[in-house]
Nanobody
Framework: QVQLVESGGGLVQAGGSLRLSCAAS????????MGWFRQAPGKEREFVAA????????YYADSVKGRFTISRANAKNTVYLQMNSLKPEDTAVYYC????????????????????WGQGTQVTVSS
């Protein structure tokens, strides 16, 4: 497994932007598909975005498509989530997740497919 640490969360006004980072350590020589999930108070954790090992394939939840961008820098063992045009309904704890893949253009989108998780970072969007 790989260890994940998220950062970059905070308080922002509606319409603002934040960039989350997820730093990986451990078995980083392996190929990992990465994902971002979020959990709002009183709600189940939900998928936000995913990216393949190569970075060439990405997938987004409809609720964030066109506003969020997932990217990665493998040389830095880091994945990012750029969040623009933030809305109050984006308020949640955001989690980074990783799972080994065997194709550099493959990614996972289901929570149960990911074996490594970060501790989460809080994002609060005020209206």
């Amino acid at each position: 497994q790989v260890q994940l640490v998220e950062s970059g969360g905070g308080l922002v006004q509606a319409g603002g932007s934040l960039r989350l980072s997820c730093a990986a350590s451990g078995r980083t020589f392996s190929m990992y598909g990465m994902g971002w999930f979020r959990q709002a108070p009183g709600k189940e954790r939900e998928f936000v975005a995913a990216i393949s090992w190569s970075g060439g394939s990405t997938y987004y939840a409809d609720s964030v498509k066109g506003r969020f961008t997932i990217s990665r820098a493998n040389a830095k063992n880091t994945v990012y989530l750029q969040m623009n045009s933030l809305k109050p309904e984006d308020t949640a704890v955001y989690y980074c997740a990783a799972e080994e893949v065997y194709s550099n253009n493959y990614y996972y989108i289901f929570e149960h497919d990911f074996g490594s998780w970060g501790q989460g970072t809080q994002v609060t969007v005020s209206s």
